[in-house]
């Protein structure tokens, strides 16, 4: 059954069967209509579809009333610089000034074209020291480079008078990350690291109503997380578009794959525990309010070739947390080699679960009512969680029938929060905002320094082969 059906069914518990007009429906009915008629509809909604597309590259995105203008610098225009710049391309009041990237040949050119179909006339730049001692009216720097650029580009643009958005991971050493919170604090710029979900509707209104108000959990014991992905291929590159080797080797590559690959290197990136765990683990800190003292990790490149990955394609690790409720055991494990059940954050308490994910596709927001936990009823009608859906086996009556040892099946309520925009939308705003003044920073340098101390500490877990403590000079400024 398609997603959208089991959303349209659980919308309209009380309509009778059949009198539901979900997608299936229309799809049927569809098939009815005569062909020239269907062909001349698609022809129509084809033409709409050009229109507006052509209208919304016109112009870009007009700052609101009383919103002042802040004048911009992407700094690294690869994937993930991409992906920022779809995002900052819906917020207003946004000027685009310059970008810069190593790959002339491509990625900065490709960038270059984008923001001039929006009216930006950028300067491009292949040396961010040039960019930033040129461009003299920014505000503003987004950096998407490499991790092991990270602390220099960041330090380098707070130095130069600029506040800075960097993704994560925020350094691939730990001292490069304190390097970048000792020079916000320096400069007294701001600084806001990447970790997107902190500024995620869904998440803050779980931390903020379901965990810290209504303390619908109760006493959380467990967490457990995951971000499986499946096998892909190494990122290749057209050769005609290649980077010469003497400005590969000017910038810390040894070779074009290497360039394009940088995150299995060691070096230059964290591997997956760092890529793909470090949204996560930072979801821990954060909803457990605490930061943890041990964590015992496996892992290892299990699948693909060690010579081009040399970071752990698989692990698995547990951290222990001491919080002002007692003891709590948080599991994490990422594998790139089959994406079965994607990736969420699962938090368990003696009252109830939460399931939660930042992905819409896979629909996360759930969260499980223990039998034994007081009634949610105010809860619901306050709309901080939906009605329940009660789940099968039921204790008594039915069909089923239950075995003593099991548990009964506890409710399932939604989480009633629907985000449409891209993900790092509100992160990025609410940077942006912060400058302007009408904001406090979601994930400023100190946190994002927290949670890099604490993924880093995979990996040497893994190598060390023992469980780790972490010490409080290690969190340390």
Not at 4 to 31: T, Y
Not at 107 to 126: G, I, M, P
Request: aromatic content about 10%; charged content about 25%.
């Amino acid at each position: 059954m398609a997603e959208d059906d089991k959303k349209d069914q659980h919308a309209n518990p009380s309509k009778e069967a059949g009198k539901l007009m979900n997608r299936r429906d229309v799809l049927q009915g569809l098939s009815t209509v005569p062909v020239l008629g269907l062909f001349g509809y698609a022809l129509n909604k084809q033409i709409g579809y050009e229109k507006a597309q052509q209208e919304a590259v016109a112009s870009p995105a007009a700052p609101a009333a009383g919103l002042s203008e802040i004048n911009v610098a992407l700094l690294g225009t690869g994937a993930q610089g991409e992906v920022l710049l779809s995002s900052m391309l819906k917020i207003p009041g946004l000027r685009f000034r310059a970008v810069c990237d190593i790959w002339k040949e491509y990625n900065q050119k490709r960038t270059v074209n984008l923001l001039a179909k929006y009216k930006f006339d950028v300067n491009a730049y292949e040396d961010y020291q040039e960019m930033i001692s040129q461009e003299k009216n920014l505000d503003a720097v987004v950096i998407a480079t490499p991790d092991f650029w990270h602390a220099q580009h960041t330090v380098d643009c707070l130095k130069a008078g600029l506040h800075v958005y960097c993704e994560k991971e925020m350094s691939n050493t730990v001292e490069g990350a304190r390097r970048m919170v000792r020079a916000a604090r320096e400069t007294g710029k701001l600084l806001q690291i990447g970790h997107q979900r902190r500024s995620h509707p869904r998440y803050i209104h779980c931390f903020e109503k379901i965990i810290r108000e209504a303390r619908m959990l109760g006493r959380m014991v467990t967490v457990n997380g995951q971000w499986n992905r499946a096998v892909k291929p190494d990122l290749g590159a057209p050769l005609r578009y290649a980077i010469p080797e003497d400005r590969l080797k000017k910038y810390g590559f040894k070779s074009m794959a290497q360039f394009r690959n940088w995150r299995w290197y060691k070096g230059l990136g964290g591997g997956p525990i760092v890529d793909l765990g470090s949204h996560q683990i930072d979801i821990y800190n954060w909803f457990l309010e605490s930061q943890p003292q041990f964590v015992v990790a496996s892992g290892g490149t299990d699948y693909y070739d060690p010579a081009t990955h040399e970071w752990y394609d698989t692990v698995m690790a547990v951290y222990e947390y001491e919080t002002k409720a007692g003891r709590v055991r948080a599991y994490y494990q990422t594998q790139t080699t089959n994406g079965s059940q994607g990736y969420f954050e699962n938090f368990m308490g003696d009252q109830g679960t939460l399931i939660i994910s930042e992905s819409e596709a896979a629909a996360r927001g759930v969260i499980y009512r223990d039998v034994s936990a007081p009634a949610w009823d105010q809860w619901i009608q306050k709309g901080y969680v939906s009605t329940p859906r009660v789940l099968g086996p039921k204790p008594e009556g039915g069909e089923a029938s239950l075995d003593v040892r099991e548990s009964v099946s506890p409710d399932e309520h939604r989480i009633p929060i629907t985000f449409r925009d891209p993900y790092h939308k509100p992160h990025l705003e609410n940077f942006f905002n912060s400058i302007r003044g009408k904001a406090t920073l979601n994930c400023p340098a100190e946190i994002g320094f927290e949670t890099a101390v604490t993924v880093l500490k995979v990996n040497e877990a893994v190598d060390a082969n023992k469980r780790l403590s972490f010490t409080k000079d290690e969190f340390s400024v």
